[in-house]
């Protein structure tokens, strides 16, 4: 897979001059976008079956009765003013209550006047609906709707007859407008007839339908920050190259940040105006109020990430073997709460190194631990403040943009494969040239999450 550098080099090569995702009121801008890298990286499982070339009646009858026969065994959802998107994400509090880690906070803050739709059903944690279950009325398609559909048939037909766009991207870019659409219709039927005034999600990327919904039924949309931002994003700092592309695209109204470092990365972003931009400190349930730091051991966390076996097996093989030169240090991995292999990992598991027991607090890790490895996360910046020494491994591949970048802005130090950490840890000295915490995050202010 290229790198980031390389796919925004891409990105600009092939969308910088073309016109063709252009309507009247809207820029499909993003969706042409997911299609153009999914194209380039030749991403499996993200072609479909489309319908843009049927006439643009069946299609809405399409809409109108897809799902007619489920009717029945579904709910329909009686929402209140703020309604919460919820990943599904948990964090289990000493007490031993299992909460979401994103939006516990903020529920308190909005104090019973929000409902919650559950994306994916998970059991552990609470919600009034999971959104699978929910249903979709088989109302005749009114003005929004149709000219939702209008517009992006526009786009397909252009696509289509378009010199520009290999076969391949073609398919890719279809797909990607099919599930705009899908996700469009779902989320304008689910609030069209609510209370609903405003809506909170994680990340804008691959949820334009939502977007494009609630901006036609003039529903606020609150991202709030979810993980790391770069300069080098696909999806955040666009290109200043991009601007009048971006002017009808599909973001949220407002992205709400953990701290001055992360708006101070997108002051220069395309697609944000400062306005946008909010500080609402560390809202997340799995920050500590106050930073404990524990009698300090010979100890790396190795902070993993899903879906990237690939990339962190050989780094930690490398770890493996440096750590034969220091006996007395000891390697937690600390695994992704949602990763899909585990098992990849436990050959690794020897006398020097163990895999975290899932559901560990990782800033329990952090108290004791003097050194932490990771290829780019946001682990990097929870550690900041735990006086240990956080180091990026810049190995050859899509995430060595990142990690430069965090290097670059003085949040971790680099560590090519062939480094022993611990060497340079004991030459180099620990903490004394670390960043302030603050910098990066901000004490929680629960008002700045009720923007209107």
């Not at 990849?344 to 990782?362: C, N, R, T």
Request: neutral net charge.
């Amino acid at each position: 897979m290229s790198s980031f550098s390389k796919l925004n080099k891409h990105l600009l090569d092939r969308l910088e001059n073309d016109e063709t995702f252009h309507t009247k009121d809207f820029s499909f801008f993003k969706i042409f976008q997911h299609g153009v890298i999914y194209a380039h990286n030749k991403s499996k499982n993200k072609t479909l079956k489309t319908y843009f070339h049927w006439p643009i009646f069946l299609q809405k009858l399409k809409y109108r009765y897809s799902g007619f026969f489920k009717k029945k065994s579904k709910i329909a959802p009686v929402l209140k003013e703020n309604l919460i998107l919820e990943p599904g994400r948990i964090f289990t509090k000493e007490n031993g209550d299992v909460v979401s880690i994103y939006f516990d906070k903020i529920k308190k803050i909005i104090d019973g006047k929000y409902s919650t739709i559950l994306l994916r059903s998970n059991s552990q944690i609470s919600c009034d609906y999971v959104l699978d279950n929910l249903m979709v009325d088989n109302e005749a398609l009114d003005e929004n709707e149709t000219r939702m559909i209008i517009a992006v048939n526009e786009v397909a037909a252009k696509l289509k007859n378009s010199n520009w766009y290999t076969t391949l991207e073609k398919n890719y870019i279809t797909s990607a407008l099919h599930v705009f659409l899908d996700t469009y219709r779902k989320y304008y039927r689910l609030v069209k007839n609510s209370s609903v005034k405003r809506l909170y999600f994680i990340a804008h990327y691959h949820n334009e339908g939502i977007i494009a919904a609630m901006n036609d039924l003039n529903i606020e949309v609150i991202e709030i920050q979810h993980g790391l931002i770069s300069k080098v994003d696909l999806y955040y700092c666009y290109n200043s190259r991009f601007s009048k592309h971006l002017e009808r695209a599909f973001f949220s109204d407002n992205l709400i940040l953990f701290g001055e470092y992360w708006k101070n990365i997108l002051q220069d972003a395309a697609e944000w105006k400062q306005s946008q931009l909010i500080i609402g400190g560390e809202y997340m349930a799995n920050a500590r109020e106050k930073i404990v730091i524990a009698e300090k051991q010979n100890l790396i966390v190795v902070a993993a990430q899903k879906g990237m076996e690939k990339e962190y097996l050989p780094l930690i093989s490398a770890l493996k073997s440096q750590l034969l030169n220091h006996p007395e240090w000891h390697a937690i991995i600390k695994l992704h709460p949602l990763e899909k292999h585990p098992h990849l990992y436990e050959q690794f598991i020897s006398p020097q190194i163990s895999i975290a027991e899932k559901g560990v607090d990782i800033t329990e890790l952090f108290s004791r631990a003097k050194i932490q490895l990771s290829i780019y996360s946001t682990t990097i910046y929870d550690a900041i403040g735990y006086e240990l020494k956080n180091y990026c491994w810049l190995y050859d591949g899509m995430g060595r943009d990142y990690a430069e970048a965090m290097v670059e802005q003085g949040a971790a130090n680099g560590l090519e494969i062939s480094e022993d950490p611990i060497e340079l840890y004991l030459k180099n000295g620990s903490v004394e040239k670390e960043p302030k915490r603050m910098y990066f995050y901000a004490p929680f202010a629960p008002s700045k999450f009720l923007v209107q």
